[in-house]
């Protein structure tokens, strides 16, 4: 019934900057909260940045580069990325808590979309 679907990733230059959306897409009331997580072959998925209840927290690593928001007319997340780094290639991954029009709580993640930062 309810589905995260990602979309925005792509080549990018270093320093360049890239909007990435998670949209939850069905029988969808509310996207309550959500989060943004990357990861590149043979290293364990990282957290990057979270959105809750109006309130953000942002790794470290993005932390002053990176935001996170939400469009609640359009059960939206983005995260926009600035001043990208080639350390930052890796495939990026949304994940939602959704409250669903029948008042279910659903809790997903997206397909994931890649991220390259390279001249």
């Known amino acids: 019934q309810v589905q995260l679907v990602e979309s925005g990733g792509g080549l990018v230059r270093p320093g360049g900057s890239l909007r990435l959306s998670c949209a939850a897409i069905?029988?969808?009331?509310?996207?309550?909260?959500a989060n943004w997580h990357r990861q590149t072959p043979g290293k364990q998925r990282e957290w990057v940045a979270e959105?809750?209840?109006?309130?953000?927290r942002y790794a470290d690593s993005v932390r002053g580069r990176f935001t996170i928001s939400r469009d609640h007319t359009k059960n939206t997340i983005y995260l926009q990325m600035n001043d990208l780094k080639p350390e930052d290639t890796a495939v990026y991954y949304c994940?939602?808590?959704?409250?669903?029009?029948?008042?279910?709580?659903?809790?997903?993640w997206g397909q994931g979309t890649q991220v390259t930062v390279s001249s």
């Open positions: 069905g029988s969808v009331f509310n996207v309550y909260a």
């Open positions: 959105f809750s209840s109006g309130n953000t």
């Open positions: 994940n939602a808590n959704v409250t669903t029009r029948q008042w279910d709580d659903y809790v997903g």
